[in-house]
């Protein structure tokens, strides 16, 4: 006799594992007994799901599949549209509950926002924008008329150690005090420092993929040794691009 092995339970199987079930059998009792005696094979998993299912809606039939959004209406995506009409800031979370309160019908956030998207009210990001105060404003404009102005300048970032005694006295007595520009603050677009120091970032990352200190420390080594002259020369350049842009907008954002 072959035995047939079932996926989905019948209905007749069903019965027969209530039977096997009211006569207090286990799992695995119930599983060999359709084996045996009635040449069914069924995995663990399905009989424990079905008594369970059973005992939850004393059904032996399968429950009806409830449709997804089947009690939308026209009526309800009207009213949506209306109010969003009214305050177009109203989130998908809002307009959920609002239809709760009025209507009763109970809709997942991921619902309303789909039907909100095909009424054709959509959201935008807010596109990022460096904020600078209006002192700094200032500072920067008067740098980078400065800037232009001036061809060949070293330029520091304004860290500590560029402006301790020790490194003063070393650029005196290399007579390149006379030609430095501290850039001001919040302007990393106008620094080439900082250009260098994303790069390199941007190279560790990439490249390197550090685990360890010391594979940190060679990708930092590698990067220094591989910098060069023309690459400087970019960096140079892209700053003397930034300053009118910086210019023409009084020293704000210069959108680099």
């Known amino acids: 006799?072959?035995?047939?092995?079932?996926?989905?339970?019948?209905?007749?199987?069903?019965?027969?594992?209530?039977?096997?079930?009211?006569?207090?059998?286990?799992?695995v009792s119930i599983q060999r007994v359709l084996e045996k005696?009635?040449?069914?094979?069924?995995?663990?998993?399905?009989?424990?799901k079905f008594l369970d299912r059973f005992k939850r809606s004393g059904l032996v039939t399968d429950l009806p599949k409830r449709r997804r959004n089947g009690n939308i209406t026209n009526f309800h995506r009207q009213m949506m549209n209306l109010w969003l009409s009214k305050n177009c800031e109203?989130?998908?979370?809002?307009?959920?509950?609002?239809?709760?309160?009025?209507?009763?019908?109970?809709?997942?956030?991921?619902c309303v926002s789909k039907i909100r998207r095909k009424l054709g009210w959509t959201t935008q990001r807010v596109k990022y924008c460096q904020l600078i105060s209006h002192p700094n404003k200032l500072k920067r404009l008067m740098w980078c008329l400065s800037a232009i102005e001036r061809k060949d300048t070293f330029e520091d970032d304004n860290d500590s150690m560029h402006n301790s005694k020790s490194t003063k006295a070393?650029?005196?007595?290399?007579?390149?005090?006379?030609n430095v520009m501290e850039c001001p603050a919040s302007s990393?677009?106008?620094?080439?420092?900082?250009?260098?120091?994303?790069?390199?970032?941007y190279y560790l990352e990439s490249t390197v993929k550090q685990k360890l200190k010391?594979?940190?420390?060679?990708?930092?080594?590698?990067?220094?040794?591989?910098?060069?002259?023309?690459?400087?020369a970019r960096y140079i350049d892209h700053i003397h691009r930034v300053l009118p842009v910086v210019v023409l907008n009084d020293g704000g954002p210069s959108g680099f």
């Open 1 to 27: 006799m072959t035995i047939e092995s079932v996926r989905r339970l019948s209905i007749q199987v069903r019965h027969l594992i209530l039977q096997d079930a009211a006569a207090l059998l286990s799992t």
């Open 37 to 48: 005696t009635h040449n069914i094979k069924t995995s663990r998993q399905a009989i424990p």
């Open 90 to 110: 109203l989130t998908s979370r809002a307009l959920r509950d609002k239809i709760m309160a009025l209507f009763g019908l109970k809709l997942s956030s991921s």
């Open 170 to 178: 070393w650029m005196t007595q290399k007579n390149m005090l006379i």
């Open 188 to 201: 990393l677009v106008i620094n080439v420092t900082e250009n260098v120091w994303a790069s390199m970032k």
């Open 214 to 232: 010391e594979e940190l420390v060679n990708g930092i080594k590698q990067f220094w040794e591989n910098l060069s002259a023309e690459q400087c």
